[in-house]
């Protein structure tokens, strides 16, 4: 099946042809019919990117006969699927005023006939504007999320991850445990050096833990020098083999910027127990934070 793409012209997005295989005359915004603009108004009801998807799979199922769809972001990798896949499919991309907004393929067990694709490339008119909401506000969000100088994810973004994975390990019966860091007399870098040299150790301590961790694990910025890492499907022992390896690796680190630089580290680590919430497992891991520093700092401690 050929790949078609969309073009912005007057108030909706209109289909042309990328590749030779047959002809799509474009349509005027105000022939593309009620059904269009019906099914735009109610994928205009979410922001949600996999509620958007979802939505508009079981919309276009009441026109046309699919088994599924699967829809991959602009970025090539991430996917979501509505259905199930099948053995024929027309696949398009999908732009607007140049913008690449990802691709959509549709499935079924038999061909589409001429009039079928026609009336979908129709349908697809009605996805093309909530989809660029949809992708703007999930951009938005994400940099909402991320701390600027290091570009991990902030406290925002820790918060709503540690309800979540907490909530998987206690469904799923899996362990999983957390790691608090912080930065050891972090000050004294501001006061001998300045804030902007302060900024660059954040950076490399952020940058030294990101090529510690497994691809599993997550990472955030809580704030100031302080970091955090879930670590899903890992027990205490686990947890604290990877927390000497991340102590480690950031007191190897020798300089910064050309700066001859001794950087060490605290941890506390905590892991999930059957009465855990996620407020209380990170109270644990940073009551073992603070134990560490009492105890002399540059160590692990177990909450």
Same mark, same amino acid.
């Given at each position: ?21 047959? @002809? ?17 108004? /109610? ?47 027309? @696949? ?88 608090? /860091? ?30 510690? /961790? ?41 300089? /910064? ?47």
């Amino acid at each position: 099946m050929e790949t078609l793409g969309f073009k912005n012209t007057g108030n909706l997005a209109l289909v042309n042809p990328l590749q030779s295989h047959g @002809t799509v005359v474009p349509t005027a915004p105000e022939n593309l019919g009620p059904r269009v603009l019906e099914l735009s108004s /109610i994928l205009q009801t979410t922001l949600e990117l996999e509620l958007q998807v979802q939505m508009f799979g079981k919309e276009i199922q009441r026109y046309l006969s699919v088994d599924g769809l699967l829809y991959t972001l602009p970025d090539g990798e991430n996917r979501l699927l509505y259905g199930q896949e099948a053995s024929h499919r027309a @696949t398009y991309d999908l732009k607007l005023e140049e913008r690449s907004l990802g691709s959509v393929r549709v499935y079924r067990e038999v061909p589409f006939a001429e009039k079928e694709i026609a009336s979908l490339e129709n349908l697809l008119c009605a996805l093309v504007y909530p989809l660029r909401n949809a992708l703007t506000y999930k951009q938005a969000v994400e940099l909402a999320s991320r701390d600027p100088l290091t570009g991990v994810p902030n406290r925002m973004a820790l918060d709503s991850s540690l309800a979540r994975e907490v909530d998987l390990a206690h469904r799923q019966g899996l362990p999983m445990s957390i790691l608090v /860091i912080d930065v050891d007399h972090f000050k004294r870098f501001n006061d001998d050096f300045g804030h902007a040299f302060g900024d660059d150790v954040l950076v490399a301590v952020a940058q030294s833990i990101a090529n510690t /961790i497994r691809r599993s694990d997550l990472m955030f910025r809580f704030g100031g020098e302080e970091f955090v890492v879930l670590a899903s499907h890992t027990a205490e022992e686990g947890a604290k083999l990877l927390s000497e390896r991340i102590r480690e690796n950031i007191a190897a680190i020798a300089t /910064i910027r050309g700066r001859d630089t001794q950087v060490t580290a605290s941890v506390g680590v905590a892991q999930l127990n059957e009465a855990d919430t996620a407020e209380g497992l990170f109270e644990r891991a940073d009551q073992a934070l603070y134990s560490a520093k009492r105890n002399g700092r540059n160590r692990t401690m177990v909450g």
